[in-house]
């Protein structure tokens, strides 16, 4: 099992930034990627972001040159730096942690951006 903990998340203004990390804990040896989902009220969770145990990344073209999705893989941490933050990115941000057979998710972090 893969316990994951989020942290990160808050009110910010139109323009502002916000890191988010996610630290997992437990037996992560299976684990090939990690990555960062959002979900709006009433809209189906999204991609953000995904990064793979060797660094290649991925992004959702509405968040390209704003966001960028690091690990430490010392500390077993994913991180999301987010800039120039926009009103449309309001939404509850989730992490996954993903191997051929598992799937790990985070509890959610609310970020809410004000215009």
């Known amino acids: 099992q893969v316990q994951l903990v989020e942290s990160g998340g808050g009110l910010v203004q139109a323009g502002g930034s916000l890191r988010l990390s996610c630290a997992a804990s437990g037996s992560i040896f299976s684990i090939n990627a990690m990555g960062w989902y959002r979900q709006a009220p009433g809209k189906q969770r999204e991609l953000v972001a995904t990064?793979?145990?060797?660094?290649?990344?991925n992004y959702a073209d509405s968040v390209k040159g704003r966001f960028t999705i690091s690990r430490d893989n010392v500390k077993n941490t994913v991180y999301l730096q987010m800039n120039s933050l926009k009103p449309e990115d309001t939404a509850v941000y989730y992490c996954l942690f993903r191997g051929p057979y598992v799937r790990y998710w985070g509890q959610g972090t609310q970020v809410t951006v004000s215009s």
């Open positions: 990064i793979t145990t060797g660094g290649s990344t």
